[in-house]
């Protein structure tokens, strides 16, 4: 992975034999899924290299689409609580295409965030939506928290 070594990441075996991985935001351990251990490795490397907000970040936050259910992986909400950016993340095997692309911007039809994220682990996008040009743009890398503008 393109991401740094978590050291105190903690995993065990459950009862059923499956592998579990403790969820620094949730607080609880999860089942390990290639994708949870893209999650668990980008939310450790959020929050200790470029100075996310553990207590402002969520997992899995549920969206509602009439009866239908969808779920983002990650969500960072400012100080004022409400969403700033949506985060999305892929095994290592599945590639960052145009439809991941889209199943993001899906969700933001309802959050209306400034920024989205998405990473396989190796690879990492960030778009920010410019609202004076009302276009997303592709930044170079991730931005710090600090860094994040509306």
């Known amino acids: 992975m393109n991401l740094p070594e978590y050291p105190d990441i903690r995993i065990r075996e459950s009862q059923n034999g499956r592998h579990e991985v403790l969820d620094v935001l949730r607080h609880r351990f999860v089942t390990l ?3 949870e251990w893209v999650r668990q ?3 450790h490397w959020l929050i200790t290299e470029k100075g996310y907000p553990q207590a402002l970040m969520a997992n899995e936050v549920e969206l509602r ?3 239908k259910k969808l779920r983002c992986d990650s969500v960072l909400f400012g100080a004022d609580r409400q969403p700033q950016c949506i ?4 095994a290592e095997s599945i590639p960052l295409t145009e439809k991941v692309i889209r199943q993001v911007t899906t969700y933001n039809m309802l959050l209306h965030v400034h920024y989205l994220i998405i ?8 778009l920010h939506y410019d609202e004076a040009q009302e276009k997303w743009e592709m930044l170079s890398e991730v931005p710090g928290y600090k860094e994040l503008r509306s």
Not at 87 to 90: H, I, L, Q, S, T
Not at 119 to 126: A, D, E, F, I
């Open 33 to 35: 899924t290639p994708e």
């Open 87 to 90: 985060m999305e993340y892929k």
């Open 119 to 126: 990473s396989n682990g190796n690879t990492h996008l960030c």
């Open 65 to 67: 689409v009439g009866d």
């Open 41 to 43: 490795h980008f939310v």
